[in-house]
């Protein structure tokens, strides 16, 4: 059975850094796009950053372009996001998601062409 664990999560300040992992297991297999969500509470999913397999195609949200990186170690079947310069407002629970097959550019953002959901880990952000 696929599982997707989300780790890494914590309370940081304000202008701190924490790195997500996320790890493939058991009978997962290997996915072309793995990303990472988050929610707040009262809020809709928002999407965060995907990065596909093959490479080629790595997309951010605009709220954290220039502060998060996405990355991959293929042969750990573990996808990474290093955040930077964090702020309070990126106070949430964040998910890891992975989708086995291709899909075009504008619809990986979108959090239903994802297969396979993580449990989310919690990132707080103090001032």
């Known amino acids: 059975q696929v599982q997707l664990q989300a780790c890494g999560g914590g309370l940081v300040q304000a202008g701190g850094s924490l790195r997500l992992s996320c790890a493939a297991s058991g009978s997962a297999g290997r996915f072309d796009m793995m990303g990472w969500f988050r929610q707040a509470p009262g809020k809709e999913r928002e999407f965060v950053a995907t990065?596909?397999?093959?490479?080629?195609?790595?997309y951010y949200g605009d709220s954290v372009k220039g502060r998060f990186t996405i990355s991959r170690d293929n042969a750990k079947n573990t996808v990474y996001l290093q955040m930077n310069s964090l702020r309070p407002e990126d106070t949430a629970v964040y998910y890891c998601?992975?989708?086995?097959?291709?899909?075009?550019?504008?619809?990986?953002?979108?959090?239903?062409?994802?297969?396979?959901w993580g449990q989310g880990t919690q990132v707080t952000v103090s001032s």
């Open positions: 998601a992975a989708r086995a097959r291709r899909i075009i550019a504008s619809y990986m953002g979108v959090a239903d062409s994802y297969d396979y």
């Open positions: 990065n596909s397999r093959g490479g080629g195609n790595t």
